[in-house]
């Protein structure tokens, strides 16, 4: 068999074992094709032929199917000690760009604020990993600072949940909410809904999605219908415009989830709430946490 005719087979796929390769022919350029085009990693390469462009190679298949090629990224980055090469973060980054399951085979000393932030702007999952195992990350001693959290909130609505809720900075929230599609619930379950309210009142809509309202009239009949978007627009107004609407019992219990019994206390005694004897004894019972 000629070169040219292995060249073919491993463009065509058609090699499983890098073994299958006469010796004579086994050089750095087939071994990085070869890797290249996902037929294996680098544990499959004999030593003596791998440098960094192979390295390089493993970390970037571009044929083979998509979970085999993952595999191999991540075991191919495991098997890369920092010492072998001057590249490693570029060569860890290139692999956890191309898959976020490469995060755990990248050597703990090099995942710092700066590589993080970096991983992510290549891939706005990167970090989901290492959040979604709360325990090992608390084992490894990796440190994620709110720098590294602003990043991966701001690029990608999926980290809702994995921090507590005073590490969703503003900023990035607003980022997230300006540039990812997602349920607005998110924003209520860490007690941030204000966020999106005050972006509304900014003049921030999704005008693909929805009809921005002409009124507030309008708004509370598309929020009754389960919008949070108009629930957010809703809320823009004052608090004792938006109840004067409120009159009838459906609206009246979604009074209940869109305010504080704090909030709606005082207007017992200037509004029509006052005469619902149903309405205070739910709202009082919201204030006794029943």
């Known amino acids: ?40 990693g680098l544990r499959d390469i004999p030593a003596h032929l791998i440098d960094d462009k192979i390295r390089l190679s493993a970390m970037t298949p571009t044929n083979g199917n998509q979970s085999g090629n993952v595999q191999n990224v991540v075991d191919s980055l495991s098997l890369i000690d920092p010492s072998q090469t001057d590249r490693y973060e570029e060569i860890a980054l290139c692999g ?32 989901l990993p290492l959040v979604s195992q709360a325990e090992t990350l608390k084992r490894s001693g990796i440190v994620i600072d709110q720098d590294v959290i602003d990043a991966a909130v ?87 415009e938006v109840v004067e609407l409120m009159t009838t019992p459906s609206r009246k219990d979604a009074l209940l989830k869109m305010y504080s019994y704090a909030e709606l206390t005082p207007l017992l005694k200037t509004t029509h709430l006052g005469q619902d004897r149903a309405f205070k004894a739910q709202l009082l019972e919201s204030g006794l946490g029943l």
């Open 96 to 127: 956890v760009i191309f898959s976020a399951k490469a995060i755990w085979s990248v050597d703990y000393s090099l995942l710092t604020s700066s590589f993080l932030k970096k991983a992510l702007a290549g891939n706005s999952r990167a970090l």
């Open 1 to 40: 068999m000629t070169r040219e005719e292995l060249v073919t087979r491993v463009l065509n796929g058609y090699l499983d074992l890098f073994s299958e390769i006469p010796e004579n022919f086994q050089d750095k350029d087939l071994a990085t094709m070869w890797v290249g085009q996902g037929l294996g």
């Open 154 to 240: 701001s690029g990608d609505p999926s980290y809702f949940g994995f921090f507590k809720n005073h590490q969703y900075s503003e900023k990035s929230l607003r980022n997230c909410i300006k540039n990812h599609n997602f349920s607005y619930r998110n924003l209520i379950a860490i007690g941030r809904f204000d966020v999106l309210v005050e972006m509304v009142r900014e003049g921030f809509w999704l005008h693909d999605r929805y009809e921005e309202p002409g009124n507030l009239e309008n708004g509370i009949e598309i929020m009754m219908q389960g919008c949070l978007l108009h629930e957010a627009y809703v809320r823009q107004y004052p608090i004792n």
